[in-house]
């Protein structure tokens, strides 16, 4: 199976820590959040992993060629502008399979999300009816400014946004309304991604909401008692650390 990591943000978040490495190598628990997502992924099953970058970019690149983890092979797909979560994808578009789903997550994330239970929930809802599923997103609901709005079946049908008040609907949804936030782990269909058009850098929120305004179907998957840390501060890496503890980054 395939899989792709975003890490080619600036980690602005970050500094110092990254004034002189890139996001994806700041360590959490003495390792590279990095090595922290291929092992997850490792153990998942998804061998063949592209990892997109941009800043310090030649660092992602060494590391990946030293990585030595059995059974993963690493590709890294350079950026010279950063493309944003939406249009990094599209760019690595060469490097996925033509008939089978692949999983994207975000580097600054981490969690224990049974991430061969998500692909298996994809793939039955993809194979489930003509109007099957091109996404599956995992969400779970936690604390957040920004929410994905689902409705009774579990549909995607807009966006919500607390700080600004801003909330965007993309298709008539029946049923309660249910908002939760987005845990930055999906798996997208080749048929979504050959939705994927234009140039330049693009939010993958932004596209996920075309696809459902334009027809297409996506899924949430509800992931409540799987633990997830957002590792974009020094103080969130901090937590992460006491959330899955020791046992956990040792086992």
């Keep these: 199976m395939k899989a792709m990591i975003l890490a080619a943000g600036l980690g602005t978040r970050l500094q110092p820590l990254t004034d ?9 628990a003495g390792r590279p959040m990095l090595y922290w997502v291929i092992a997850r992924l490792a153990r998942h099953g998804f061998t063949d992993i592209i990892i997109n970058a941009h800043h310090f970019a030649e660092q992602i690149e060494a590391f990946s060629a030293a990585y030595d983890g059995p059974g993963v092979s690493l590709t890294v797909s350079v950026e010279e ?4 979560t939406g249009g990094g994808v599209r760019n690595a578009a060469w490097f996925f399979d033509r008939e089978e789903p692949f999983l994207v997550h975000n580097v600054d994330v981490l969690t224990d999300l049974d991430l061969s239970e998500l692909m298996t929930a ?3 809802s993809e194979a489930g009816s003509a109007s099957g599923a091109l996404v599956t997103l995992a969400v779970k609901g936690r604390k957040s400014s920004r929410h994905l709005l689902f409705d ?4 995607l049908g807009g966006w ?3 700080i600004t008040g801003e909330t965007r609907t993309v298709r008539p949804m029946e049923g309660p309304v249910t908002a939760l936030p987005f845990m930055g782990v999906y798996v997208m269909s080749p048929a979504a991604l050959g939705k994927m058009t234009g140039t330049g850098p693009f939010s993958i929120i932004d596209f996920f909401l075309d696809l459902v305004r334009t027809g297409g179907t996506i899924q949430a998957y509800r992931a409540e008692e799987a633990r997830w840390a ?3 501060s020094v103080d969130r890496i901090a937590h992460a650390e006491r959330l899955f503890g020791t046992d956990w980054f040792e086992g």
């Design 122 to 124: 994809h793939r039955a």
């Design 152 to 155: 009774r079946a579990g549909r």
């Design 230 to 232: 957002d590792l974009g």
């Design 20 to 28: 002189d490495r890139p996001k994806a190598l700041v360590e959490v």
């Design 81 to 84: 502008e950063i493309l944003d």
């Design 160 to 162: 919500r946004s607390d």
